[in-house]
């Protein structure tokens, strides 16, 4: 019995954390911050593996892994005293569809138009349910700002 | 009384919130920003309508006076430390409590000074931002399965790009063809390299760099405008997106063919 909780995921989550804390210092992100961001890619890559793995579904998993990063960077952004959209700007990254993106063209410059269009459509899913995951999250954080402030 | 002209405080808005703005903020920050600054300084009228590309605002003091700018914002880079320390600054004047303002200065000229200071503030050493594009490049290359060989490339790849990065965006270049010139860089080198070792993959080489590029910055910027009702600067900034994407694909595309047609 394979599980998702292996050496490989946690391999996956340092090259994210590595990767997202070179992209954040590239955005001029500075002092320890660029850790918290580091993290959350982290996070973000190793919880759609995971959910990968039990919920054998693409979407569904970036779904639920952008929305966990998302509340992540929601609640660790008001700890630290920074704006949200700069941690949710790093942390989406690894799951931003790139590589279907290149596949994709491969296969349109190769003249396969029916992997192409089926690859191209896959970028699009996956892009949309990424901002879908935000638009959830911040339309969530909104409400509950606003009821706090209520009461 | 405010301590300080209506003009003055209309100034010091204005270029706190042209900083966010042409740092990559959300819209609905540089509206914050703004109007925390107004009433930081005693005027509680504020409007302001903030596109992508322009701030309108609007400030009055009660009675009589009404002062109404626009400032128009050209370039945009990222610049998610300039947002952060702005953020603090403009709150700790809004809360009132500048523990750091020293006693002999007003909170005006504190402010106007801090503002200075973030404005001229120097990003990394271009060194540095060019290595963490390379750590980028290469720990994404690891991320889609590159071995030890192709994350060596693909660092030495992403430092190039970053460091020609640099250089393109000083033409006077729209963000359309910057990402597809970048692209095609990408595209060059990792062919090139691909003749001195045979063995290598490509795919996983030019993904890296390729992630440096993707407009995640747009993408969350979009949906979190559209979602706070900002629905002009949110769907001016997912064509953005779209552009640069479509950029980044044609850039390489374009470049692989020819490379396929011209060396083979």
Not at chain 1, 20 to 31: A, C, Q, V, Y
Not at chain 2, 5 to 14: D, F, Q, T, Y
Request: with cysteine.
């Amino acid at each position: 019995m394979n599980t998702p909780w292996d050496i490989n995921t946690f391999w996956q989550f340092c090259f994210a954390f590595l990767a997202i804390l070179g992209f954040s210092m590239r955005s001029n992100l500075r002092g320890w911050r660029v850790l918290l961001t580091g993290l959350g890619g982290g996070i973000c890559r190793a919880s759609y593996l995971i959910l990968l793995h039990y919920t054998d579904s693409v979407l569904l998993s970036v779904f639920l892994a952008i929305i966990l990063v998302c509340i992540y960077s929601e609640v660790v952004a008001r700890l630290v005293k920074t704006p949200v959209s700069v941690f949710v700007i790093c942390v989406i990254i690894p799951l931003v569809p790139g590589r279907t993106m290149y596949h994709a063209m491969r296969a349109y410059i190769g003249s396969e138009t029916a992997l192409a269009s089926s690859l191209i459509f896959e970028t699009l899913m996956i892009a949309g349910t990424i901002s879908i995951a935000i638009a959830v999250v911040a339309s969530g954080t909104n409400l509950v700002m606003r009821l706090k402030h209520r009461f | 009384m405010p301590e300080i002209s209506l003009k003055r405080c209309s100034r010091l808005a204005l270029k706190a919130g042209s900083i966010i703005l042409e740092s990559g903020g959300a819209t609905n920050r540089v509206e914050l920003v703004m109007y925390k600054v107004c009433v930081g300084f005693g005027f509680d009228e504020v409007e302001s309508f903030v596109t992508p590309t322009g701030i309108f605002l609007s400030i009055g003091d009660g009675d009589n006076e009404l002062s109404t700018s626009i400032r128009r914002v050209e370039q945009r880079r990222i610049d998610l430390g300039k947002i952060t320390e702005l953020t603090r600054v403009v709150n700790c004047l809004y809360e009132d409590n500048c523990a750091a303002c020293p006693p002999h200065m007003s909170r005006y000229e504190y402010f106007h000074q801090e503002l200075q200071r973030i404005d001229t503030q120097k990003p990394y050493p271009t060194f540095v931002t060019n290595l963490c594009g390379a750590m980028t490049s290469g720990f994404f290359c690891l991320l889609f399965g590159g071995t030890a060989l192709e994350f060596a490339l693909a660092m030495v790849v992403g430092f190039l790009v970053s460091a020609s990065l640099k250089y393109i965006s000083l033409l006077p270049v729209n963000n359309f063809l910057l990402n597809a010139i970048a692209a095609s860089i990408i595209v060059i080198l990792s062919k090139s390299m691909q003749m001195g070792f045979e063995s290598i993959n490509l795919d996983t080489i030019i993904i890296g760099g390729i992630m440096i590029l993707v407009p995640g910055l747009s993408i969350t910027n979009a949906i979190r405008d559209t979602m706070s009702g900002d629905l002009v600067a949110g769907t001016a900034r997912g064509v953005e997106a779209l552009i640069i994407t479509v950029g980044i694909v044609a850039g390489s595309g374009a470049m692989l063919k020819l490379w396929e047609i011209l060396i083979g």
